[in-house]
């Protein structure tokens, strides 16, 4: 693999065109999407809930970023199919199934259950 680091004046990892618009420009912004990726293992995952990396993710570019920013659901054209900066995607509307968290094993969902003190408490048999 030849990488020509001169060709890419920006630190920033190339991730393809903008799932939105389709631009090639400014594309920093990666939305995990709470469906399977087209190509299992090569979305996100959790390591908290043991969710493997099979969720689809989209790509938005700075511009289409802002202007959904009070968008909860931008109105993607496309998911990425594969690694993002290879290019791949396949019409939003393809994607499968249903990737989100587990709550049940989230430490935030958990805090419920921790309201004991976590010292543990010996108890001493003084009563000899
Ligand atoms: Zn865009
Ligand atoms: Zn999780």
Do not use: N
């Not at 030849?2 to 920093?28: F, S, Y």
């Amino acid at each position: 693999m030849i990488t020509d680091a001169a060709d890419d004046p920006l630190d920033a990892p190339d991730l393809g065109p903008c799932c939105v618009c389709g631009g090639l420009e400014d594309v920093q912004t990666i939305v995990m999407l709470d469906k399977k990726a087209p190509i299992a293992g090569t979305g996100w995952g959790c390591v908290v809930c043991d969710l493997p990396s099979d969720g689809a993710v989209a790509v938005v570019c700075d511009l289409c970023a802002a202007a959904f920013e009070s968008v909860s659901d931008p109105p993607f054209q496309y998911a990425v199919s594969g690694w993002p900066g290879a290019g791949g995607r396949v019409p939003i509307g393809e994607l499968q199934g249903t990737h989100a968290h587990d709550l049940t094993k989230h430490p935030e969902s958990a805090l419920e259950f921790q309201d004991h003190d976590p010292e543990v408490q010996y108890f001493d048999d003084g009563d000899e």
